[in-house]
């Protein structure tokens, strides 16, 4: 199974947007462990061009921090579960992942410009099902 983290290459944290993401981890996973790994740029900006390199790769999990309404259908039209809300570290999120302790927070704030008529919900969610929104 592939999975994709939204990936901020210089700290290794998981990335803020998956539309706007500019890299994701792959992760090549099989019985708990970590076969392979690798950092992929996606094929453009914007949740359709984003969730077109997900399909390329066969992505079947998604692990992101903000994710918007278009992208979680694209995705979920496509196959593949997301899990949104999470932060910290890319690796340590596949390894609780493993563990079963992926840990959903709240997003109280994507950080967007509000007043251009964007809105996020910012609720928590469960892997596998919409969560919070943004871009």
Do not use: W
Not at 7 to 18: A, M, N, S, V
Not at 35 to 40: C, G
Not at 51 to 56: C, G, K, N, Q
Not at 78 to 105: H, K, R, W, Y
């Amino acid at each position: 199974m592939v999975i994709a983290v939204t990936y901020d290459k210089e700290t290794g944290r998981i990335g803020q947007h998956f539309g706007h993401a500019e890299y994701f981890k792959l992760y090549e996973v099989e019985d708990g462990r970590i076969m392979d790994s690798a950092v992929v740029k996606p094929m453009g900006q914007g949740h359709d061009a984003v969730v077109a390199t997900m399909m390329d790769y066969s992505v079947a999990l998604v692990i992101c921090r903000n994710i918007g309404d278009g992208a979680m259908q694209g995705l979920t039209a496509a196959g593949i579960s997301v899990c949104p809300n999470v932060d910290g570290m890319a690796d340590d999120a596949i390894e609780a992942l493993f563990q079963g302790s992926l840990q959903i927070t709240d997003v109280a704030s994507c950080g967007c410009d509000h007043t251009t008529g964007h809105s996020c919900c910012g609720h928590a969610g469960s892997c596998g099902t919409p969560g919070s929104c943004c871009h």
